[in-house]
Nanobody, 127 residues
C-alpha cells in the first residue's frame, strides 16, 4: 500500500493550510483513513479520521472546530483543512489507512489500528 501526502509548509499563526493524501496504489479496500501528527520529541498523536462509505468523522479535541477532514471521492484523496493554525500545531503530519471500520474513539485514535502510513509532511506555524 502506498500513501502519498502533499501540502505541508510554513505558515503564520492564524493562517490556513490543506493537506492531501492520495491512495492510488492502495492494494486493498480502505475503510478508514486518518491524520496523525508528531511534534519534535513527542509521540505520534491522533488528529482526525474519516470512514469511507458512511462518511463518519472523528476528531481529537485539539482539532475540533479548526480542522476538517474529508474525502475527495473522484480521486480517492483524503484532505485535512486546517484553519486558525497555532504554533503548537507545528509537527510532522502523517496520513494513515486501515481496511477496517471502527466504532470507538480509541480504535480511531490508536496508531496500531492503521497498517499503511505516508512518509510525513512538515507543517510549521511561526511568525
Amino acid at each position: 500500500a502506498q500513501l502519498v501526502e502533499s501540502g505541508g509548509g510554513v505558515v503564520q499563526p492564524g493562517a490556513s493550510l490543506t493537506l492531501s493524501c492520495t491512495t492510488s496504489s492502495y492494494t486493498y479496500t480502505t475503510y478508514t483513513m486518518a491524520w496523525f501528527r508528531q511534534a519534535p520529541g513527542g509521540e505520534r498523536d491522533f488528529v482526525a479520521a474519516h470512514t469511507w462509505g458512511s462518511g463518519k468523522t472523528v476528531y481529537a479535541e485539539s482539532a475540533k472546530g479548526r480542522f476538517t477532514i474529508s474525502r475527495v471521492t473522484a480521486n480517492n484523496t483524503l484532505q485535512l483543512l486546517m484553519d486558525s493554525l497555532k504554533p503548537e500545531d507545528t509537527a510532522v503530519y502523517y496520513c494513515a489507512a486501515s481496511p477496517k471500520r471502527y466504532s470507538s474513539f480509541e480504535n480511531y485514535a490508536g496508531a496500531s489500528s492503521y497498517d499503511a502510513w505516508g512518509q510525513g509532511l512538515q507543517v510549521t506555524v511561526s511568525s
